[in-house]
Nanobody, 115 residues
Framework: QVQLLESGGGLVQAGGSLRLSCAAS????????GGWYRQAPGKQRELVAI???????NYADSVKGRFTISRDNAKNTVHLQMNSLKPEDTAVYYC?????????WGQGTQVTVSS
């Protein structure tokens, strides 16, 4: 059984920063890929950033240069450092991990950026 615990969301002013964390527990045996997705009201869920087991990363064009995804393999944790936040970054952010036994999603954490 695998559980994901997300933390770090909240309310911040435009230009501010937040750091999201996703801690995986249970029968993990290593995270093949860890990613953050977001869904704004009335919009589809979209990929924000993803990091693979070798350390390579991909980012949505809208967050390149502002967001940084990282992982702590020893703690089975994936982080998303978000800087220079904009009102359009407001959404529910979801953690997603791929492990040997399948794909798992977190419950989501709200990020609200005020102008």
């Amino acid at each position: 059984q695998v559980q994901l615990l997300e933390s770090g969301g909240g309310l911040v002013q435009a230009g501010g920063s937040l750091r999201l964390s996703c801690a995986a527990s249970g029968s993990i045996f290593g995270i093949a890929a860890g990613g953050w997705y977001r869904q704004a009201p009335g919009k589809q869920r979209e990929l924000v950033a993803i990091i693979f087991s070798g350390g390579s990363t991909n980012y949505a064009d809208s967050v390149k240069g502002r967001f940084t995804i990282s992982r702590d393999n020893a703690k089975n944790t994936v982080h998303l450092q978000m800087n220079s936040l904009k009102p359009e970054d407001t959404a529910v952010y979801y953690c997603r991990i791929e492990i040997r036994t399948g794909v798992y999603w977190g419950q989501g954490t709200q990020v609200t950026v005020s102008s």
